[in-house]
């Protein structure tokens, strides 16, 4: 069973063996592992790339749910990573949750994000936001 958005592009998976999938995309060791283990646990899919070129490959190449980004890492940043999964891949979009220490409005304008949570994270506020997101309502 699938569920669609307003939007009609995002399927929500709700079987357990469709697991939700995400990439995590940061440039520090600590908090990519962190991201990753906090997700898994909830029973997501947890692909990992350290900086947006890496990420880029994971998109064209995989469909995911749920792109969770630093707003600022090497190479390709966190704008120009949300913008290329939303317009320039041949998959559906995924959600985007940008991270950072940035004002947030601004960087919801520039990304087209659906969500930005300020630094240092907060897993429990992490999750009520993935959860909002993934269920199609604004974070």
Known sequence: MTTTTQ??????????????KVLI???EDAVRMLLSRFLESLDYKVDTACDGWEASTYLSTNSYDLLITD????????AALARYAKHEIDLPPPRVIILTGYPESEILC??????C????????????VIEE???GVKG
Request: charged residues 30%.
């Open 7 to 20: 939007s009609g592009i995002f399927s929500l998976k709700l079987y357990k063996e469709e697991k939700v």
């Open 25 to 27: 995309v940061d440039d």
């Open 71 to 78: 707003y600022i890492h090497p190479g390709m940043d966190g």
């Open 110 to 115: 520039e990304t087209g994000a659906e969500a």
């Open 117 to 128: 949570l300020l630094k240092p994270i907060n897993l429990s506020k992490l999750k009520e």
């Open 133 to 135: 997101v993934l269920s």
